[in-house]
């Protein structure tokens, strides 16, 4: 706590966010015991509230402001989700097993003896797969609207994901095509889900490049800022069309943080994430009940601040950028609204164009996006 105060020491709002969250914080209690001592005294539901706390931290809060039913459905297409990116990524995992599972791990959503020991590389991640059980059964209470949406997108993710596990990200077609599967999926699931809660605007259900666009912002933002901990485990989503522009070796950056070539790189790759920003205008501009905005909103002023402190950063090449966590706490905690999403939009806009040196080609780029983004923020 004391060094989150320290970094927001100069945002007073946020220190007070801070402390208001630690007090709030109560209600969404985050159990101090291990999941794995959780197990034996919850039960399925309990469990799964507790799972959601621990492996997502902060946005659990945000999951649990939800209305009841439509909170239900959400934290279990999330630890569904968060169980199968788990398998995605342990590299551990034997490849042609991986492949199998993650093809077939949809089915897995109706059986309740279905678990899996040793795997995962957290604690919490590899707990919550070794109890899956628990999970199906949270799942099974759901009703068969919001269970035929996380099954059908849980297929599509899978199958996706086994394609990517065998051949790597490329081109810029690929890159957005992996994206799609792990998270524009995701916000084409959401919108379903919002749909069968008869909250949200009917009209969402079918603007599936909308939907997209609001998990390939999310996304691309955690490729551009997890550059330096993928590289090290060695996988890579930095599509080759971008960076090869630059350098020989994707290791060059790290070896060259500061070299300009590096720099143009990087900002390639952020330029590329702000062009999805005016589709999440839009899609965030329809969504009509406050809770369901806040829910969708928040994730997407977290990834323009994230995407704000590495644009032009070389420290992205060495080790991780991170948002002020003062910043999530006040997001949460003062009832955001579109007008206020929308300000921290135009704010940002203005950081990257500041950022950029004038008469730069990223700048000449920036100026376009941000009348465009400014003209549809004038629209709403
Ligand atoms: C998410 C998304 C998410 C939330 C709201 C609307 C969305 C619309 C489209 C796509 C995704 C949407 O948000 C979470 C945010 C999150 O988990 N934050 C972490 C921080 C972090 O760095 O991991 C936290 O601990 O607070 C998200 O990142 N993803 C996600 C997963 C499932 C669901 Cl249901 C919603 C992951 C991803 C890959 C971006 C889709």
């Known amino acids: 706590m004391i060094p989150t105060l320290y970094k927001s020491a100069l945002h007073p709002r946020e220190v007070r966010a801070l402390f208001k969250l630690k007090l709030k914080g109560q209600q969404f209690i985050v159990p101090k015991e291990s999941l794995e001592e959780l197990v034996l005294k919850l039960d399925d539901k309990a469990f799964c509230c507790a799972a959601l706390t621990k492996v997502s931290r902060s946005f659990a809060a945000v999951i649990q402001q939800l209305p009841e039913d439509l909170k239900n459905a959400v934290c279990a297409f999330y630890l569904v989700l968060r169980a199968l990116d788990t398998i995605e990524d342990d590299m551990k995992f034997p490849q042609a097993e991986k492949l199998t599972l993650l093809r077939s791990f ?42 035929d949406v996380i099954v059908e997108i849980t297929k599509k993710m899978g199958n996706g994901m086994a394609d990517f596990a065998e051949n790597e990200v490329v081109s810029v077609d690929d890159y957005n095509l992996y994206c799609h599967y792990v998270a524009g999926l995701v916000g084409i699931g959401l919108s379903d889900l919002f749909f069968a809660s008869g909250l949200e605007n009917p009209e969402l259900k079918n603007q599936h490049d909308l939907s997209n666009s609001m998990g390939l912002f999310l996304q691309k933002t955690n490729i551009i800022r997890d550059y330096h901990e993928d590289l090290f485990s060695d996988r890579t989503f930095w599509p080759k069309e971008i960076w090869g522009k630059y350098a020989n070796e994707l ?9 300009p070539k590096s720099l143009e790189c990087l900002n390639e790759m952020v330029m590329n994430a702000l062009h999805h920003l005016p589709d999440v205008i839009d899609y965030l501009s329809m969504l009509k009940n406050e809770s369901v905005f806040r829910f969708a909103a928040i994730p997407q002023v977290m990834a323009i601040a994230t995407l704000a402190a590495v644009f032009n950063n070389p420290k ?65």
């Open 251 to 259: 290791v060059f950056f790290t070896e060259n943080p500061h070299a």
């Open 316 to 380: 992205v090449f060495t080790g991780v950028v991170k948002v002020r966590k003062g910043l999530t706490a006040r997001l949460m905690l003062y009832d955001l609204s579109l007008e206020d999403t929308l300000r921290y939009f135009k704010k940002y806009a203005g950081v990257f164009l500041r950022k950029s040196p004038t008469g730069s080609d990223i700048h000449r780029q920036l100026l376009t996006w941000s009348k465009e983004v400014n003209r549809k923020i004038k629209e709403n």
């Open 106 to 147: 949809y089915e897995k959503s109706y059986d309740e003896n279905f678990t899996l020991q040793n795997v995962g590389d957290q604690e919490d991640y590899r707990v919550l797969l070794a109890h899956y059980d628990k999970v199906v059964r949270f799942f099974k209470s759901l009703n068969s609207g919001y269970r």
